[in-house]
């Protein structure tokens, strides 16, 4: 081969599958009896839509009766508030009428015994009367304090009425567990549930894909991280439409490597306008451009007589070169290097000739076919219809 100038590109193949940004599935907090699925797969629904519905009879019922009971709290408390606190005030009032009457009998029955009048057996009775209505007149009082805003009889009703409102709460939103409805705008991928079945909580009955940018998630080997960089460019077929290429961009590398399969997730995004052939999972061929350079002294990777590490360093390789018509043992500093050729930084110059493949040994004398190298470092058009299937054979390609 005879060295030339030369355009070299390294990529990078491997296999992804689309994916949504958020991707969920729907399931009852209740066991139910499903009464009819409002949706089918493939359908776009907007946030609040209702998707499923569970029966509802035992819950209305439970509803109807929680509501009753608060409308009898209320009407107990209305009642405290308003003739219930009315008759308790009459009561002491009553009962201060009644005790007047009782101190002046006590004050008379006292004047006329000392007058000799009555008898002092008729002082004891004034006495027992005067604390009777005390003692009504104090239970009156507590009556109606029992029924004042701060009372105790009003502060149980209110705590009652409370109870009953909280049990019409729960009702509700239990009868609101049997609707599902899409938690935003979103497409739904899979319908699990049919009109008659049984459901229990915990149970996928639905899932949706929340509305967002579609990305294209693969698992590469760990070993290529150092080539992958975001913003790289990279070209994409699906294996369901060869011949339908589309351009992404690398958008992001998970800052963890997967321990047991040895490999890094990334995420593609493809460029606008997005193909609508696209569905959720589909299985694409991805090849990113990991690295290129315009013009470069270039050589096949089967003129390296020793091995040169993958990547963009400073690696040194030997090869042989024929020297006035013998071979030559030449060392070199290699750069850039793709699966099939390396880019020459330093040992070797323009029109130099390398011998590849079976040769003789260094110090032998030959006569070579020379060819140049520019035709098998030309890179091809990535993402060719006929690199779909070698993009999945090969889990990690050029």
Same mark, same amino acid.
């Given at each position: 081969?005879?060295?030339?100038?030369?355009?070299?590109?390294?990529?990078?193949?491997?296999?992804?599958?689309?994916?949504?940004?958020?991707?969920?599935?729907?399931?009852? *907090?209740?066991?139910?009896?499903?009464?009819?699925?409002?949706?089918?797969?493939?359908?776009?629904?907007?946030?609040?839509?209702?998707?499923?519905?569970?029966?509802?009879?035992?819950?209305?019922?439970?509803?109807?009766?929680?509501?009753?009971?608060?409308?009898?709290?209320? #009407?107990?408390?209305?009642?405290?508030?308003?003739? /219930?606190?009315?008759?308790?005030?009459?009561?002491?009032?009553?009962?201060?009428?009644?005790?007047?009457?009782?101190?002046? %009998?006590?004050?008379?029955?006292?004047?006329?015994?000392?007058?000799?009048?009555?008898?002092?057996?008729?002082?004891?009775?004034?006495?027992?009367? %005067?604390?009777?209505?005390?003692?009504?007149? =104090?239970? &009156?009082?507590?009556?109606?304090?029992?029924?004042?805003?701060?009372?105790?009889?009003?502060?149980?009703?209110?705590?009652?009425?409370?109870?009953?409102?909280?049990?019409?709460?729960?009702?509700?939103?239990? @009868?609101?567990?049997?609707?599902?409805?899409?938690?935003? =705008?979103?497409?739904?991928?899979?319908?699990?549930?049919?009109?008659?079945?049984?459901?229990?909580?915990?149970?996928?009955?639905?899932?949706?894909?929340?509305?967002?940018?579609?990305?294209?998630?693969?698992?590469?080997?760990?070993?290529?991280?150092?080539?992958?960089?975001?913003?790289?460019?990279?070209?994409?077929?699906?294996?369901?439409?060869?011949?339908?290429?589309?351009?992404?961009?690398?958008?992001?590398?998970?800052?963890?490597?997967? #321990?047991?399969?040895?490999?890094? %997730?990334?995420?593609?995004?493809?460029?606008?306008?997005?193909?609508?052939?696209?569905?959720? =999972?589909?299985?694409?061929?991805?090849?990113? %451009? *990991?690295?290129?350079?315009?013009?470069?002294?270039? @050589?096949?990777?089967?003129?390296?007589?020793? &091995?040169? /590490?993958? /990547?963009?360093?400073?690696?040194?390789?030997?090869?042989?070169?024929?020297?006035?018509?013998?071979?030559?043992?030449?060392?070199?500093?290699?750069?850039?290097?793709?699966?099939?050729?390396?880019?020459? *930084?330093?040992? @070797?110059?323009?029109?130099?000739?390398?011998?590849?493949?079976?040769?003789?040994?260094?110090?032998?004398?030959?006569?070579?076919?020379?060819? *140049?190298?520019?035709?098998?470092?030309?890179?091809?058009?990535?993402?060719?219809?006929?690199?779909? /299937?070698?993009? @999945?054979?090969?889990?990690?390609?050029?």
């Amino acid at each position: 081969m005879q060295v030339a100038p030369a355009p070299l590109l390294r990529s990078l193949q491997f296999s992804a599958r689309v994916a949504t940004a958020a991707r969920v599935e729907l399931g009852s *907090t209740l066991t139910g009896r499903v009464v009819e699925v409002q949706v089918q797969e493939g359908q776009a629904v907007r946030r609040g839509e209702l998707l499923l519905s569970l029966e509802t009879d035992e819950l209305q019922a439970t509803l109807a009766q929680a509501q009753a009971a608060e409308r009898q709290a209320q #009407a107990r408390l209305a009642g405290l508030r308003g003739s /219930g606190r009315s008759a308790a005030q009459a009561s002491v009032a009553q009962a201060e009428s009644v005790l007047l009457a009782a101190q002046a %009998e006590l004050q008379r029955s006292r004047e006329l015994i000392a007058q000799g009048f009555l008898s002092p057996s008729r002082l004891d009775e004034a006495r027992r009367a %005067e604390a009777v209505a005390r003692a009504q007149l =104090d239970a &009156a009082r507590a009556q109606a304090g029992a029924l004042a805003d701060e009372g105790s009889d009003v502060a149980q009703a209110q705590a009652a009425q409370v109870q009953a409102r909280a049990a019409v709460l729960t009702a509700q939103a239990r @009868l609101a567990q049997t609707q599902l409805r899409a938690p935003a =705008d979103a497409r739904v991928l899979d319908r699990l549930a049919e009109p008659g079945q049984i459901v229990q909580p915990g149970k996928a009955l639905l899932a949706l894909a929340l509305q967002g940018p579609l990305e294209l998630v693969a698992q590469v080997d760990e070993r290529y991280l150092e080539q992958l960089a975001p913003g790289q460019p990279a070209a994409v077929l699906a294996d369901a439409y060869p011949d339908r290429r589309f351009a992404a961009r690398l958008q992001r590398i998970a800052p963890l490597v997967d #321990a047991q399969r040895g490999a890094v %997730e990334v995420r593609l995004r493809p460029e606008l306008p997005l193909p609508d052939f696209l569905r959720e =999972d589909m299985t694409l061929s991805v090849e990113v %451009e *990991t690295a290129r350079r315009e013009r470069v002294l270039a @050589l096949p990777a089967e003129a390296l007589r020793s &091995a040169a /590490g993958a /990547g963009a360093g400073t690696e040194r390789a030997t090869v042989w070169r024929l020297t006035e018509g013998r071979v030559e043992a030449r060392e070199i500093r290699v750069g850039l290097r793709t699966l099939a050729a390396v880019e020459v *930084t330093e040992g @070797l110059a323009t029109g130099d000739v390398v011998l590849v493949g079976a040769s003789p040994p260094p110090g032998s004398r030959v006569r070579a076919v020379i060819r *140049t190298v520019e035709a098998l470092s030309q890179p091809r058009k990535p993402g060719s219809a006929g690199d779909a /299937g070698s993009a @999945l054979t090969n889990a990690m390609g050029r």
